[in-house]
């Protein structure tokens, strides 16, 4: 008489790990350890940039009132007697950085869409590479460019206002625009590659056309990511020495024409930096100063794309 199914004995299951399950938990609490160790070293070495400007700031305005630094007065803190009213710089980083921004955001874009919904692979192939390759001009040798090249033959033959020297915030500008336009593309083409190729199907399917699919809904659908893209070209852009420093020159200049010459805060950080300020001295904190004023500018414009991009993110499952 055969046993019922019930009646048999049970196998006891092994609740212990083996030797391959051990292993991969060792390798993941490893691994878990490693980035976090990671993410604390990016926290800390923020602190310490934070603190390093911070003190030296505090110095500097025990010696000049935040009155005094925020007048309008002219902007000669390493001349005798100095001046430091900080305005001139601000609007010379403004200037430049509205000139970049309106130079890469419409070619960055137009580039995104093109690599996401148009190109063939073929074509996508060789333009993805020549966006890096661009990405990794040094800036100083687009510097050169813009001060032998674009400033004499561009702005100094084609701007209609005032009179265009050797040096000009409008040359600088577009070639800082030209530098991020990689950023700009980059980064929005990832954003929309990201969207399901389900909405594309759905609106094809609606009858809309190729230029409706990509500016009615994967561009809106993508947004979040492209204004990280712009964000963070702008980032760049406001702190650009290089470029800004050789081709917009080092005098600062309050003015409406962004074919003047003009000086950025990155650019007089990098100017005065050079110099032979005694350690100390009131030139030499105001380099630190100006740098924390950049700082805090640098970081308003990121918390502001984090609650942009939380207020526009699109979530797909």
Known sequence: MTSSPTARAVAPVSLRATGATRRRLLVQSVFKSLFGLAALFTILVTVLIVVSLVVPSVEFFREV???RFFSTEAWAPLFNPPRFGVWSIVSGTAW????????????????AMYLSEYAPP????????VLEILA???????GFFALFFVNPLLVQRFWPFGTVSTFSGLAAGLVV???????????AEDAMKAVPRGLREGAYALGSTRREVTTAVVFPAA????VASIVLAGSRAIGETTIVLLAAGSRPTLTWNPGDQMQSMASFIGFAGIGDQPTGSIGYLT???????????TLGLNVLSIRIVRRFREVYE
């Open 65 to 67: 009132s935040l009155a």
């Open 96 to 111: 430049i950085t509205v000139i970049a921004m309106v130079v890469a955001i419409p070619l960055g874009l137009g580039v």
């Open 122 to 129: 073929r074509v996508r192939s060789v333009v993805k590479p």
């Open 136 to 142: 990794g001009i040094p800036t100083v040798v687009l």
């Open 177 to 187: 625009g030209v530098m991020i336009v990689p950023t700009v593309a980059s980064l």
């Open 223 to 226: 947004l979040s990511g492209i």
């Open 287 to 297: 380099i630190f100063a100006v740098g924390l004023f950049l700082f805090v500018i």
